[in-house]
């Protein structure tokens, strides 16, 4: 939740300071800022009417002073004119006490008349400023009236852009004309200009906006552009003793995602920075809500659980900072990943804001520990995985807690060079299996049972037909799952060893024969004859069993299929439904017409052939 501070000086230190947060239900605490350090309490508040709430995730406070309240220790405000103000944001949790809040996570400096009534944002000309990665970006944006999202100007009359974050502070330059003669943009007059300002200090906006960038704080003053004010920076924080050279695991190295690079994917975000000079790197993981855990795993292989490197992010109250982040080890199976003897996480933090959880951690980029990914500045295979309903350890978990099965996951192959940001996904490789398991399904659950009921019940009913439909359906059934059996070669990468061995090995046993099967077939036509006595178990039964202990099998394994890629319950309806007409259907057919062997007339007829 953090907290929310004001305070009346172009500086950061010498001001009188008001700081919101939610603790105790909520205050405002009256101060004085006499450095670089958290601001001591003023001997008298001199606030009145204090309402603190949390909204959404927001933070807003509520509250009464006079002008001039008469406090040595408190700043004079202008009722007229311009109010020289600097604000600042703690995120992270509510504070423990008024008096225990930490340093600030980003602020900003303007000038401030409360003569100005208005902060309303409608019908406004924006400059929307953020780091995409580490590309720049200043969108020229406007928005009509109401309080809905800003649209992307037609026209960009931006020039010279440059965003970057310095410290903690994110700033953007650039220029414009005072008049750019388009409609969509206000223009900029010699005097007083109404200025609507905005932040988000928690995550970058879309490109364009959407409903879910909202600010997180906002306020207005009047600006004349064509005068100019000197800025005074702040005073350099005093000299500190260098930091110790990293150890061999990395040292108890501190959380850096400043500028850091960052991508999503689905309801899975991840941020991430590397700190060459700490041999370090740093992580945030965010998913909706607190329940469950989010994790990553470096993998082996692309788009495939394990075997990999992976750490488990949760909420839990038996841990000091309130989250957990264990580093474990995916087997190459679908069981739960074991935790490491060795916990290699230097750091970890984390919060929720605004319904959505974030857990922060570092590591080494070389641990050392037998099994663990060295990141280097290379592509390196991740898989993501969610679950939303059981937190490790029941909410109090640590890292050796036992873990569930996850209910999301990323579906595509993603690689991810840490070094330099870039992210490649590939999801051809899905496709593919997708495309594998409905030409399996059509070829065993559809095709083949169709062969199979004509060929036992409809030859009186087909007559010549039986026989041609027999063949094509067949045929088609054994030349898609050859097809559907060089996709899986393709895709499949860890041969026939690890998770879903069986589906893998059945498959393969069902190609085998069903090559044989056609070849069966064709000679039991081959060397029919209308003059035999009866059905000779070469070739004709042999086909004939064959092929139905082969239909029963892949259809079994079609299920494994479906189970191994955790589809939904529709395609198992569908299957299910499908299988059970062919079993209806052959016990109706059995009991009404028969089995149908050659008589003399599909005897000539097959003859003919």
């Known amino acids: 939740m953090g907290w929310f501070g004001v305070g009346g000086s172009p500086l950061m230190s010498g001001i009188d300071t008001q700081v919101g947060m939610m603790t105790g239900g909520g205050a405002v605490v009256d101060g004085m800022s006499s450095g670089t350090i958290r601001p001591t309490a003023d001997g008298t508040n001199d606030n009145t009417a204090v309402a603190v709430k949390n909204v959404g995730g927001v933070l807003t406070a509520e509250f009464d002073r006079v002008l001039n309240t008469g406090d040595g220790n408190d700043n004079v405000w202008l009722a007229t004119g311009i109010n020289s103000v600097v604000v600042a944001v703690g995120t992270g949790g509510t504070p423990t006490t008024t008096g225990s809040y930490g340093g600030h996570a980003a602020r900003a400096r303007f000038n401030l008349d409360f003569s100005v009534a208005s902060s ?64 969509q943009d206000r223009d900029i007059v010699a005097g007083n200009n109404l200025v609507a300002w905005a932040f988000n200090s928690d995550t970058n906006p879309s490109n364009p906006p959407a409903n879910g960038d909202y600010h997180t704080a906002r306020g207005a003053m009047n600006i004349d552009f064509t005068t100019s004010t000197p800025c005074v920076p702040s005073p350099p924080p005093p000299p500190t003793s260098p930091p110790p050279p990293p150890t061999s695991g990395g040292g108890a190295g501190a959380i850096d995602l400043s500028s850091a690079f960052t991508f999503s994917d689905g309801p899975f975000t991840m941020r991430f920075k590397v700190d060459t000079v700490n041999n370090q790197v740093s992580f945030a993981l965010s998913k909706s809500g607190s329940a469950g855990y989010v994790a990553i795993c470096f993998t082996e292989s692309a788009g495939v659980m394990g075997p990999g490197d992976s750490y488990v992010a949760f909420a839990s109250s038996a841990a000091s900072g309130g989250y957990v982040v264990s580093d474990r080890q995916n087997p190459s199976g679908k069981s739960a990943p074991p935790a490491d003897a060795k916990q290699d996480v230097l750091g970890v933090s984390g919060s929720e804001t605004g319904g959505v959880m974030t857990v922060e951690f570092v590591r080494a980029l070389d641990t050392g520990d037998n099994g663990d990914v060295v990141i280097n500045d290379a592509d390196i295979n991740i898989v993501w995985a969610i679950s939303d309903s059981a937190t490790p350890g029941g909410g109090a978990g640590s890292a050796t807690s036992g873990v569930s099965k996850h209910s999301t996951t990323s579906t595509a192959a993603i690689k991810i060079n840490f070094f330099t940001g870039k992210v490649s996904k590939d999801d051809l490789r899905e496709k593919l299996i997708k495309a594998h398991a409905w030409m399996m399904i059509i070829s065993w659950v559809v095709l083949i049972p169709v062969g199979i009921v004509v060929a036992r019940f409809l030859k009186d009913k087909l007559g010549v037909w039986w026989f041609r439909v027999h063949r094509f359906t067949q045929w088609m059934a054994v030349l898609a799952t050859f097809a559907a059996f060089g996709m899986a070669i393709w895709f499949t990468n860890e041969d026939f060893k690890g998770e879903n061995k069986s589906h893998k090995l059945i498959g393969l046993a069902v190609v085998l024969v069903a090559f044989l099967e056609p070849v069966l077939g064709e000679l039991s036509n081959l060397m029919w004859s209308p003059d ?60 009404t017409i028969g089995d149908v062997h050659h008589d003399a007339g599909n005897d000539k007829e097959m003859d003919d052939l």
């Open 120 to 183: 309303s944002m409608a019908n406004g000309d924006f400059a929307f400023a953020y780091l995409d990665g580490t590309t720049p970006r200043v969108l020229d944006t406007y928005r009509g009236a109401g309080s809905g999202v800003v649209s992307i100007d037609s026209t960009n009359d931006y020039t010279g852009v440059t965003v970057e974050n310095s410290g903690g502070l994110l700033q953007a330059k650039f220029t414009r004309n005072l008049v750019t003669g388009d409609g």
């Open 532 to 591: 035999r006595s009866g059905t000779p178990w070469f070739p004709d039964k042999i086909h004939w069993w064959v092929g139905r202990g082969l239909t029963l099998l892949a259809m079994i394994n079609c299920f494994l299929g479906m189970k191994a890629k955790e589809w939904g319950a529709a395609p198992y309806v569908i299957v299910s439904l499908l299988v059970a007409g062919f079993a209806v259907a052959c016990v109706v057919l059995q009991f």
